[in-house]
């Protein structure tokens, strides 16, 4: 039987509070990416990231989005262990990450992808407006809720209890 291996303590851990922010906050624009191109382009089959060419090049486009948030998912737990390896782990300050990133993939995708570059659309054949309207309202509560978390961090921070 093994004994578990422990890292070794660290003499100078210090809380990271902006890089814990921004390494949740890549973890959580791929998790909606993740979320985004699993409901609605694999399950419900309303659209591909791409819908402006073939189907085969649709299902291309929506590999290398899958591709993408993969990759993006293992660089952020990497830094995320690394983070909690040296022990600057800033718990309070990723949750708010976590919601910025969310919501800035979402608002990124619902007005650049959907309506500047007209990379797709929600759905097809119906009027998409009411869906565009939830898909942004939807990345805006989330950004709120990351800007309140953050708000909220950032005190408890100055006041001594960054975690």
Not at 127 to 134: K, L
């Amino acid at each position: 039987m093994s004994t578990p291996v422990h890292p070794p303590a660290v003499p100078d851990a210090r809380p990271e509070p902006r890089r814990s922010m921004v390494v949740s906050g890549v973890i959580g624009a791929t998790v909606m990416a993740a979320v985004d191109e699993i409901v609605f382009h694999q399950l419900l089959g309303w659209h591909h990231f791409y819908d402006r060419s073939t189907t085969g090049v649709g299902l291309m486009s929506d590999g290398v989005l899958h591709t993408a948030e993969l990759l993006g998912l293992v660089a952020g737990f990497f830094l995320f262990a690394d983070l909690r390896r040296r022990r600057a782990w800033a718990t309070a300050h990723a949750r708010a990450g976590f919601f910025l990133g969310l919501g800035c993939f979402q608002l990124f995708d619902g007005i650049v992808d959907h309506k500047l570059l007209r990379l797709h659309q929600i759905r097809y054949g119906v009027d998409v407006t009411p869906y565009d309207w939830a898909w942004n309202l939807g990345g805006v509560v989330l950004l709120l809720v990351g800007v309140a978390l953050a708000v909220r961090a950032a005190r408890s921070g100055r006041a001594g209890t960054t975690s």
